[in-house]
């Protein structure tokens, strides 16, 4: 293994308009801390123990949407999972909605111009049924939200189609809205269903599913994706100027609320145990695929930097707590229950992070945080340098399990990983253990693991952000790539 004893690269230098607080001093890590790096990294990279796990988790619990069966298996293979690591955990009550998919099928009916077309749907989570028989009406598209207003009376009886040009992952946030808030609109609009072209960067005729919500006084209609090709197929019928009449059964259901739990687990510090380290991921998944990348690679990553934590002697000054969090999919019921149970510890919660954009190799750590925490923590990524990610990035971290604490003014940060191929299978049947690369989890685990150790026990903290105005947007996912900073005050969006 490549050696982690090297000197901590410089800090960078403050500038005339913004410099570094002078009550900060960028102080890099000792020796001794090095050689914990060395310590942590090391068997991240080597011990196979994360994919290992992963495994357990996609392969033998699998889908794991809140409320189902298989989202308690796997709340009780965490608690076992922390218990052999030595790592202490319980379990806290989240009431979290129960829906279950049923039967979905849609076809485009044939008219004197074509012959009738199969299309490949899968239903929104939140989504009503349609009744026994389904529903027949003419499509109509639109590409925005603005586009659906302006139609009127036009949209009145018909399925709306939402169209967009997702190609690469950074589009995700501009075209998620159609998904989480356009059946509302078009439902408010009198439209008898809709159908919304997958969020996909790839796709070999692979629906995604996903969450969309209804506002209040809103009468639901049924909600489906349909795939990228069925989704070009109905634009050239409707650009060649003809109609297209599409029927399309759902069988969902909205269940009454079941009860679950989050999953919380730390290492206790050794000097400040008052002070926390928050390591955030989500442990329910879609009920498609075995959610390997989302966000069964955040899970294990998560779980793995506490395991190693938990074998140094002594422990970090402060303490590690690790939160798996139940239902971030479809209804953030999880963050917000942790956030309201330890609402008096939030201004102890000193950093938080939420590992929640694949299993792909790490980039570099971005922060949200007051002034100076640049300054502060790039002497401190220098043991991630052999990994590809010893960098500081630019824009803000966040996440949607993190979302509730923002007012709170908890300092975020995150491994960024390269997340340029998340979207190829993000919410559909492929998100499954085969497309994730045991050595890029192994590299982006051993990230966490020294980051986390980093956080817990560097000699001064990150200062506190500024509360942003507003609440943060709760639809798109953490860019992974390098977007432009943000304007003063903004809020990085948050999944899903």
């Not at 919500?213 to 795939?227: K, L, Q």
């Amino acid at each position: 293994m490549i050696s982690l004893l090297a000197a901590p690269a410089a800090p960078k230098a403050g500038t005339a308009s913004n410099p570094p607080p002078a009550a900060t001093k960028a102080v890099g890590p000792t020796t001794a801390q090095l050689q914990v790096a060395e310590r942590l990294v090391g068997p991240a990279l080597t011990d196979g123990h994360a994919y290992s796990r992963l495994t357990e988790l996609t392969d033998g619990v699998g889908a794991r949407l809140a409320g189902s069966e298989a989202s308690e298996a796997s709340v009780q293979w965490a608690l076992r999972s922390f218990k052999a690591d030595g790592v202490k955990a319980w379990t806290e009550p989240v009431k979290v909605p129960h829906w279950i998919r049923g039967e979905e099928r849609a076809e485009l009916l044939p008219s004197d111009r074509f012959r009738g077309h199969s299309l490949q749907v899968m239903a929104l989570g939140g989504s009503v049924e349609t009744p026994p028989e389904g529903i027949t009406a003419d499509v109509v598209e639109v590409s925005s939200i603005e586009e659906l207003t302006a139609l009127g009376d036009r949209v009145k009886g018909r399925i709306v189609f939402f169209n967009h040009t997702m190609k690469e992952a950074e589009d995700y946030g501009r075209f998620a809205g159609l998904r989480g808030h356009g059946p509302s609109v078009a439902a408010k609009a009198g439209a008898v269903a809709t159908l919304v072209r997958s969020l996909a960067t790839a796709s070999l005729s692979t629906p995604h599913t996903g969450s969309t919500r209804f506002d209040d006084g809103v009468a639901p209609i049924p909600a489906a994706s349909v795939t990228v090709e069925g989704a070009e197929l109905l634009h050239r019928v409707l650009a060649n100027g003809g109609s297209a009449r599409v029927h399309v059964v759902l069988g969902c259901k909205n269940l009454p609320d079941a009860d679950s739990f989050n999953v919380v687990a730390e290492v206790k510090g050794s000097a400040k145990p008052e002070e926390i380290v928050l390591l955030g991921a989500h442990l329910d998944s879609w009920d498609v695929g075995s959610g390997a990348h989302d966000d069964g690679a955040g899970v294990v990553m998560v779980m793995e930097a506490a395991r190693l934590i938990a074998r140094q002697k002594p422990a970090p000054r402060r303490t590690v707590r690790v939160v798996l969090f139940m239902n971030e999919e479809n209804g953030l019921r999880g963050a917000r229950a942790y956030a309201e149970a330890h609402a008096a510890e939030l201004p102890r919660h000193v950093a938080a992070m939420e590992m929640d954009a694949g299993g792909g190799r790490p980039l570099g750590v971005a922060l949200r945080a007051g002034e100076g925490a640049s300054e502060l923590v790039q002497p401190w990524l220098s043991p991630l340098a052999a990994l590809g990610a010893g960098k500081l990035m630019s824009g803000e971290a966040g996440g949607a399990d993190l979302s509730p604490m923002v007012s709170a003014q908890v300092p975020f940060f995150v491994v960024r990983v390269d997340s340029s191929r998340y979207f190829d299978v993000h919410h559909t049947h492929a998100d499954t253990l085969d497309k994730v690369d045991p050595e890029a989890l192994a590299k982006s685990t051993a990230a966490v693991a020294w980051t986390a150790y980093a956080f817990a026990d560097m000699p001064t903290t990150l200062a506190r952000p500024t509360a942003p105005p507003t609440a943060p947007s709760l639809v798109a996912p953490p860019s992974q790539g390098t977007p432009p900073a943000p304007a003063p005050g903004a809020v990085k969006p948050a999944t899903h």
